[in-house]
Nanobody, 122 residues
Framework: VQLQASGGGLVQAGGSLRLSCAASGRSFSRYAIGWFRQAPGKEREFVAA????????YYTDSVKGRFTISRDNAKNTVNLQMNSLKPEDTAVYYC????????????????WGQGTLVTVSS
């Protein structure tokens, strides 16, 4: 599975962005997908994830109620709708795919996209 993240950009605090993760490969629907982010000078952290069917959703506490993850297996895409953005959401966002393992564990993800930069100004 090859992943391509897009949709990042510069937005003011309180604004919204929609990130997309486009996947190639016929087995995309078998994989759980996660979004991670890495802020400048910090380690990469879990943001959100969903299972292969999209009916199990997981979020880190800091984005609950603001971010929504969804997938469309027919289009081989996973989206991350980000609302009420804060300056602390500034980071490079990565999408990743895993076949087994735990949704928040970075090392359980096998395939990674290249990342897309989100900058939230105050």
């Amino acid at each position: 599975v090859q992943l391509q993240a897009s949709g990042g950009g510069l937005v003011q605090a309180g604004g919204s962005l929609r990130l997309s993760c486009a996947a190639s490969g016929r087995s995309f629907s078998r994989y759980a997908i996660g979004w991670f982010r890495q802020a400048p000078g910090k380690e990469r952290e879990f943001v959100a994830a969903l299972n292969w069917s999209g009916d199990e959703l997981y979020y880190t506490d800091s984005v609950k109620g603001r971010f929504t993850i969804s997938r469309d297996n027919a289009k081989n895409t996973v989206n991350l709708q980000m609302n009420s953005l804060k300056p602390e959401d500034t980071a490079v966002y990565y999408c990743a795919a895993r076949y087994t393992g735990t949704y928040y564990r970075e090392t359980d993800y096998t395939y990674w996209g290249q990342g897309t930069l989100v900058t939230v100004s105050s």
